[in-house]
Structure formats: C-alpha cells, structure tokens
Nanobody
Framework: VQLQASGGGLVQAGDSLRLSCEAAGRTVSNNGMGWFRQAAGKEREFVAT????????SYGGSVRGRFTISRDNAKNTVYLQMNSLKPEDTAVYYC?????????????????WGQGTQVTVSS
C-alpha cells in the first residue's frame, strides 16, 4: 500500500487546512487509519485515528475540538480537517494504515506510512 498525503501548506494562525491521504495499491477500507505529526526536533506524536467504518474516532489532547478525521472508503481516502490552527501545530503530518480495523493511537500498530506533508502555521 502506498499512502500519499497532500494538502499541507503555509497558513496563518486561526486558518484552516484539510489534509488528504489517498491509498494506492490496495484498499484500506478494512484498516483503521491515523494521522501523526512530527515537529522539528521532537518525536512523532499521535493526532487522530478513525476505525474502518468511520464511526469511531479519537484525538490527541492538543487537537481535540479543532481537528476532525474522516474517511471515504469509496475513494480509499482519509481526511484531516484542521481548524483554528496554531503555530504549535507546525509539523510534518503523516498518515498511516493500521494493522487492524480498529482505531488506535499506538504507532507500533501501524503498518503503512505515507511520506508526510508539511504544515506551517505563522503567528
């Protein structure tokens, strides 16, 4: 499976962005999916996850209430809607496909990773 993340860019604080992650090679409709991010000099951290049906989601504490993860299995694509962006959201954002169908924040449970897309939020 190849995961292609897109939609990153340079925005101002308070703006919104929507990231997309399209899977190629095979369907990920049976996989839990997640978004993670890594800021410069920091470890990669959990952002959001969704189960295979899109009915259950979970978020990292710093983004809860501002970010929304969703998926369109017909398009083999997962999205991350990011609202009220803050400078501390600046990072490379990665999408990943989990080993199982359930949602999970555990990075070790993800088998496939995308290449990342840069999000920069200026103050």
């Amino acid at each position: 499976v190849q995961l292609q993340a897109s939609g990153g860019g340079l925005v101002q604080a308070g703006d919104s962005l929507r990231l997309s992650c399209e899977a190629a090679g095979r369907t990920v409709s049976n996989n839990g999916m997640g978004w993670f991010r890594q800021a410069a000099g920091k470890e990669r951290e959990f952002v959001a996850t969704v189960d295979w049906r899109g009915s259950s989601t979970s978020y990292g504490g710093s983004v809860r209430g501002r970010f929304t993860i969703s998926r369109d299995n017909a398009k083999n694509t997962v999205y991350l809607q990011m609202n009220s962006l803050k400078p501390e959201d600046t990072a490379v954002y990665y999408c990943a496909a989990a080993l199982r169908s359930a949602m999970t924040s555990d990075q070790s449970q993800y088998r496939y990773w995308g290449q990342g897309t840069q999000v920069t939020v200026s103050s």
